[in-house]
């Protein structure tokens, strides 16, 4: 089976590449090194702008979801954590930076009182 692992996320702040870059996050991928064909190595752009620019994340609550598909990811290991499409099959993983984390009264997460999220990664959840 063909694989890829980030190796690491950093955001750009520098002058060098065109202004839309700035604030963008990237991420490092390595693949599968025991193939007759290498896969899986890439730098993937992180556009950061539809999530700095909602206002809580309530504003990714699908059907409202852009092209990114914004969703909890299932219990167990990832519960808390959320993931949001980049590059098929990549996806960035977050988590609302909250303490303690906005409930509804039915219970589960209440995104319309997520306004901060901590970024953990970017991974194929699906691979």
Same mark, same amino acid.
């Given at each position: 089976?063909? $694989?890829?692992?980030?190796?690491?996320?950093?955001?750009?702040?520098?002058?060098?590449? %065109?202004?839309?870059? $700035?604030?963008?996050?990237?991420?490092? /991928?390595?693949?599968?090194?025991?193939?007759?064909? +290498?896969?899986?190595? @890439?730098?993937?752009?992180? +556009?950061?702008?539809?999530?700095?620019?909602?206002?809580?994340?309530?504003?990714?609550? %699908? %059907? @409202?979801?852009?092209?990114?598909?914004? $969703? /909890?990811?299932? $219990?167990?290991? +990832?519960?808390?954590?959320?993931?949001?499409?980049?590059?098929?099959?990549?996806? !960035?993983?977050?988590?609302?930076?909250?303490? %303690?984390?906005?409930? +509804? /009264?039915?219970?589960?997460?209440?995104?319309? @009182?997520?306004?901060?999220?901590?970024? !953990?990664?970017?991974?194929?959840?699906?691979?």
């Amino acid at each position: 089976l063909a $694989h890829s692992a980030s190796l690491g996320l950093t955001f750009y702040k520098g002058s060098v590449f %065109p202004a839309e870059y $700035h604030g963008d996050g990237f991420a490092a /991928e390595h693949g599968s090194w025991n193939r007759a064909k +290498r896969t899986g190595y @890439k730098v993937i752009r992180i +556009r950061m702008k539809e999530l700095r620019a909602a206002r809580t994340l309530m504003d990714f609550w %699908p %059907p @409202k979801s852009p092209p990114a598909r914004c $969703h /909890e990811l299932p $219990h167990g290991q +990832r519960a808390g954590q959320l993931s949001v499409d980049l590059d098929h099959p990549y996806r !960035l993983i977050f988590m609302p930076d909250h303490d %303690p984390l906005p409930e +509804r /009264e039915e219970g589960g997460l209440d995104w319309s @009182k997520v306004t901060a999220v901590k970024i !953990l990664g970017v991974e194929d959840t699906h691979g």
